[in-house]
């Protein structure tokens, strides 16, 4: 089911800049209310300021954090009608990664959306509907060379995605996972030399994926993608697993060549 965006009370974590703030520009064109929510206070007060949306400052991953969200959205909007989950951290590294690193990830990429999902369901499972969209990543449905953290918490958000589809869907809540390749954002550019040999000749601008999340939104497809060939690469990664592994590993190879110093 579509989301009438005219009048629609809506959450955007990550509103502070790269997609986040994109959405919250685009939604906001199509007479959407806006919350935003960042942990740069004076990035996401900037965008709220520019869109006529409130800002929240602070963390929308911990469990205390989203119950404030929520709280301070529903006072400024009354029901949230649509909660884009998009906030997310991308951190480098392998089984090395530090617990730290691996925890982070684990809070922001996944426990971030359950825990909003906790406080939204409630409210919209009473009246009928509601609408969840979460920033995924071609990540969670291939997976990311270089960083371990991301790849397997971004399998996870999908997961989480996909579990609220097929449990609520029949009772008017719909959910959708949109999942870009690269996008020119601080998180592409923190990637390095790595990041721009692997994605910077088909990394798109964050107001690309809004476009497209907009046309999404409209007809309230599960799979969003903003890169239409990941549907390929996706179909492949399940039919010919094989092929697509030894596909992967020899770009991680190209890479590795690429970045040696």
């Known amino acids: 089911m579509s989301v009438e965006l005219d009048g629609a ?3 955007i974590t990550g509103g502070g800049g790269g ?5 919250a520009r685009k939604l906001a064109g199509q007479g959407s209310r806006l919350v935003l929510a960042d942990l740069d206070g004076d990035a996401v007060r900037a965008v709220a300021e520019e869109v006529g949306g409130t800002a929240v400052v602070g963390d929308a991953a911990s469990e205390e954090g989203v119950r404030r969200l929520v709280a301070e959205a529903r006072a400024a909007l009354g029901e949230v009608d649509l909660f884009c989950a998009n906030a997310g951290v991308a951190v480098h590294g392998g089984p090395e990664t530090t617990e730290d ?4 990830s684990w809070e922001v990429n996944v426990m971030a959306h359950v825990r909003a999902a906790r406080e ?12 969840f969209l979460a920033t995924v990543s071609a990540a969670g449905l291939l997976t990311s060379l270089g960083s371990a953290p991301y790849s397997v918490t971004k399998h996870g958000a999908l997961a989480f995605a996909e579990w609220l589809s097929v449990t609520y869907r029949h009772r008017g809540i719909t959910v959708q996972a949109i999942c870009p390749q690269g996008v020119r954002t601080k998180m592409l550019a ?3 030399k790595e990041g721009e040999f692997i994605m910077g000749a088909s990394a798109i601008e964050p107001e690309d994926v809004a ?3 907009l046309e999404g939104l409209r007809d ?5 993608l903003p890169h239409p060939e990941i549907a390929d690469y996706y179909a492949a990664r399940a039919t010919q697993n ?3 592994l030894g596909g992967m590993n020899k770009l991680q190879r190209k890479v590795e060549q690429a970045v040696q110093p």
């Open 9 to 11: 009370g809506v959450v």
């Open 19 to 23: 997609i986040g703030a994109a959405l």
């Open 101 to 104: 690193g691996w925890a982070l």
């Open 120 to 131: 939204l369901l409630p409210g919209w499972l009473e009246r009928g509907r509601g609408h």
């Open 190 to 192: 923190d990637t390095g």
């Open 211 to 213: 476009d497209t999340c």
């Open 220 to 224: 309230g497809r599960f799979l969003i």
């Open 242 to 244: 094989e092929r697509w």
